[in-house]
C-alpha cells in the first residue's frame, strides 16, 4: 500500500481530481477542458474522452462521491443515444463537433476500447444501461477490431467503405488489454481474458526482440517499423520512436493479465513475471532525468537516447502505477521510495492547485503545450491516486470494490 505519509494526500487528490473532471460535462458526452476547467469548444466532443470520463465518474460512484453516479449514467446514456454513438454504422464516431455534428475522421479502435472500459466500469458501479452500452461495444469490437488470426486488434477504417488502414499500432492494443481486463472482471467471461492474453504475448517478444525497448508501430503484418513519423516525433499518440509511459503502463497490465489468468488456470509466458520488472527499472535507467533535468522524457530511439524531451504528466501517473503494482506483487519496499519521489516531482512542477494537473512540460520543467493543451481528461492522474489502495485485480473497478468490503 502507498507509504502511510502520503496516502491521505492521494485520497484528497482522487476527490479534487473528481470534483475538477464534473466540469467537463455536455450534451453530448464530456469535452474537452482548457487549463481554467472551461470547455474548449474548438475540440469537440471526444469519443476517448467521454469514455475516460463515464469510466472515471464510475469509480467515482465506488468511491462514494455524490455526483458519481448521475455523471456515469449521462455518460452511459450519451455513448448509446448521443451522437458519438454512430448507430447505421454500429460503431462510435471519434468526434463530433460541440453541437453534436459528426467531425470527419475514421473510425477507430483506441477510441472504441474506452467505451468498453467505460461500460464495464459503469457495469460494476451499477450505472443503469450499462449492460446494453457493454453489449454494443464489445458487438463492434468483435465485427470491426478483433483480428482472430494474428490476436490482435486493426487500428482505425474507413468510415464508409470500412476497409481497414495498414497501419498496426501497440497503443491502441494496449488499451484493448485494458478494455478487455474491465470487460473480464465484469462479466467473467474468459475469452476476453485470453485475448488480452494473445495480445501481451506478442507485445512481450515484441520488447525483448528489441532489448526492451517497445516498438509502437507496425505494419499489416505486425512488422516493426522503427522509422514510422521520424518526421513528427512529438505526435500525440504516434510518436517516434519509443514511448516510455507505455514501458510503465504495460508493466502494469502485464501483472493484471498475469493475476487474473492464474485464477483462472490460463497460462501465460512464463516471461511476464519478469518483464515488467524489467521494463519498469529500464524506463528509469532511460527515461528519468536523461538531460540532466528531473523528469521523464516522453520517447527515446532504439539506442536508448531522448528524442523528445517533454515531459508528459500521463507519463509520471503510469509510473506511479505501475511502482504500486509491483511493490505489491514482489514486497520490495523500493518501489514505496520511488513513489513518493514521484509524488514530490508532481507536486513541484505538474499539480497548480487540487485536481489540476499540467498536461505537458517542456525539458526544463516549465508549462509547455507543444504536443498537448489545455487538461483534457483525470483518467491518469485519478488511477495514479487511487492504485496504492487496491489490491492486483483486472480493472480499478474491482480493485475498489475489493478494498471497499475488505
Known amino acids: 500500500m502507498t507509504s502511510d505519509s502520503i496516502r491521505p494526500l492521494f ?4 476527490r479534487a481530481l473528481l470534483d475538477f473532471g464534473k466540469q467537463s460535462r455536455t450534451g453530448a458526452g464530456f469535452g474537452w477542458l482548457n487549463d481554467d476547467g472551461e470547455l474548449t469548444p474548438s475540440q469537440g466532443v471526444q469519443l476517448w474522452i467521454t469514455g475516460r470520463m463515464t469510466h472515471c465518474f464510475a469509480l467515482g460512484h465506488l468511491l462514494g462521491d455524490a455526483d458519481g453516479l448521475p455523471l456515469a449514467a449521462h455518460g452511459v446514456a450519451a455513448l448509446l443515444d448521443g ?4 448507430v447505421d454504422r454500429d460503431a462510435w464516431f471519434s468526434r ?3 453541437d453534436g455534428t459528426p467531425a470527419d475522421g475514421a473510425l477507430v479502435s483506441y477510441d472504441h476500447s474506452f467505451v468498453i472500459l467505460a461500460a464495464a466500469s459503469a457495469l460494476l458501479a451499477g450505472v443503469p444501461r450499462a449492460d446494453e452500452l457493454l453489449d454494443a461495444a ?6 470491426l477490431w478483433w483480428d482472430e488470426g494474428l490476436g490482435m486488434v486493426v487500428d482505425a477504417r474507413d468510415p464508409h467503405t470500412l476497409t481497414t488502414d495498414p497501419y498496426r499500432g501497440a497503443n491502441a492494443n494496449m488499451h484493448t488489454v485494458e478494455a478487455l481486463l474491465a470487460a473480464y472482471a465484469a462479466t467473467r467471461e474468459t475469452l476476453h481474458l485470453k485475448r488480452a492474453a494473445r495480445i501481451t504475448r506478442r507485445i512481450a517478444e515484441a520488447f525483448t526482440s528489441h532489448s526492451f525497448r517497445l516498438p509502437e508501430h507496425f505494419d499489416e503484418s505486425w512488422t516493426a517499423q522503427l522509422d514510422y513519423n521520424r518526421d513528427i516525433p512529438a505526435d500525440a499518440f504516434r510518436p517516434f520512436g519509443s514511448t516510455i509511459g507505455h514501458w510503465l503502463e504495460w508493466s502494469r497490465l502485464m501483472v493484471q493479465l498475469r493475476t487474473a489468468c492464474e485464477s483462472e488456470g490460463i497460462e501465460t ?3 511476464l513475471a519478469v518483464i515488467p520488472q524489467h521494463m519498469y527499472r529500464r524506463a528509469l535507467q532511460e527515461g528519468w532525468g536523461p538531460d540532466g533535468e528531473p523528469g521523464f522524457v516522453y520517447t527515446v530511439d532504439f539506442d536508448g537516447r531522448p528524442v523528445v524531451h517533454q515531459r508528459m504528466y500521463w507519463v509520471l501517473c503510469e509510473a506511479i502505477g505501475a511502482a504500486e503494482t509491483l511493490r505489491h506483487v514482489t514486497a520490495d519496499p523500493s518501489y514505496d521510495l520511488d513513489v513518493n519521489g514521484f509524488w514530490d516531482w508532481a507536486r513541484t512542477y505538474l499539480i497548480e492547485r487540487p485536481g489540476q494537473w499540467r498536461e505537458e512540460l517542456d525539458a526544463t520543467n516549465q508549462p509547455a503545450c507543444g504536443t498537448w493543451s489545455g487538461k483534457p481528461d483525470i483518467y491518469h492522474a485519478l488511477q495514479a491516486m487511487l492504485i496504492g489502495a487496491l489490491p492486483v485485480t483486472p480493472s480499478f473497478a474491482t ?3 475489493a478494498a471497499r468490503t475488505s
Request: no cysteine; net charge negative.
Open 138 to 143: 464489445l458487438a463492434t469490437f468483435e465485427r
Open 11 to 14: 485520497d484528497a487528490e482522487a
Open 399 to 401: 480493485g475498489l470494490m
Open 83 to 86: 451522437p458519438l454513438h454512430a
Open 96 to 98: 463530433v463537433e460541440i
Open 269 to 271: 509466458p512464463a516471461s
